[in-house]
């Protein structure tokens, strides 16, 4: 007879780990890296969010439909006006939350390696972000932190996927597990410092996620994580989204604000609705 899950012929033991092998390698991957780097599992849900982002950003800028959208992304700063990144970018933002297969597409990238890590019954951010970070904007760096220092659940990842090949300082970094326990132990010394002097602490062990276009990066948010002035001649675009079990703990992000369900399965869906009748609940 064929082998089970773990692998191991039916009847020959007791086996708890339910998980079949690749279930089991992925996650061990997720929980020793504290991320998984893959190819897109759905190319033409990506490419269509891709192809969303780029129409969205000629209509604000008022120009023609590339026909290369990888070229036009990376060369955006010679068609931004000075000074207006952010309205550039609040409004893509807008307009690609503004299509309702937005958050089905995006999830269909990654769908399995959520499932796995995450679970089947998920909650999904109501809102998808985008960060567009031009070449030598200051004003796009984002400090390293955890999310959790900020009040998120420890229950969440973030899926974040590049619409450009990142490479150096056009990418992120994030503290692997082992150096981020090792930085926890001095948090009582390092209170006081800035974010900062954190990330030259912890600079040695920062790893920096190198990705192709095509690739989705699957991390732990509790990690240090954060990125530095782009000194790369192209621009950075990147998307990312918070997903979480339906029925873990929330934070400050709330169910019905925040985030919202997107694979409650039918029990679930019985079991929230259920009244007991007559003298059962009295």
């Known amino acids: 007879m064929s082998g089970g899950a773990t692998g191991a012929a039916w009847g020959d033991g007791g086996a708890t780990d339910f998980m079949t092998p690749a279930e089991r390698a992925l996650s061990d991957r997720f929980l020793t890296d504290g991320f998984v780097m893959e190819p897109a599992e759905d190319r033409g849900a990506l490419a269509a969010i891709r192809r969303l982002v780029v129409k969205t950003a000629c209509d604000w800028l008022q120009c023609p439909h590339p026909t290369d959208d990888g070229a036009f992304l990376e060369t955006i700063a010679d068609r931004i006006p000075a000074g207006r990144i952010n309205d550039f970018r609040l409004a893509v933002i807008a307009g690609i939350n503004a299509a309702t297969w937005l958050r089905a597409a995006y999830f269909a990238v990654a769908r399995a390696a959520v499932q796995t890590i995450v679970g089947n019954e998920l909650c999904m951010q109501r809102r998808i972000n985008l960060s567009v970070q031009l070449p030598q904007d200051a004003s796009s760096v984002l400090p390293v932190h955890a999310d959790v220092w900020s009040g998120d659940s420890p229950f969440e990842v973030v899926l974040w996927i590049p619409l450009v090949d990142i490479r150096r300082s056009k990418s992120m970094f994030l503290l692997p597990p082992g150096p981020t326990a090792a ?75 925040f985030f919202e369900p997107v694979t409650l399965r039918a029990v679930s869906r019985i079991g929230m609705d259920y009244q007991l009748p007559g003298p059962f609940d009295e």
């Open 183 to 257: 930085l926890h132990e001095k948090f009582a010394a390092i209170a006081d410092k800035s974010a900062e002097d954190i990330f030259r602490l912890a600079e040695p062990d920062m790893r920096w996620m190198e990705m192709d276009y095509g690739q989705y990066l699957l991390f732990n948010q509790n990690l240090p994580h954060g990125n530095r002035i782009n000194r790369e001649p192209e621009t950075r675009w990147s998307m990312n989204c918070r997903f979480k079990g339906v029925f873990t703990p929330y934070a400050d992000k709330k169910l019905g604000e």
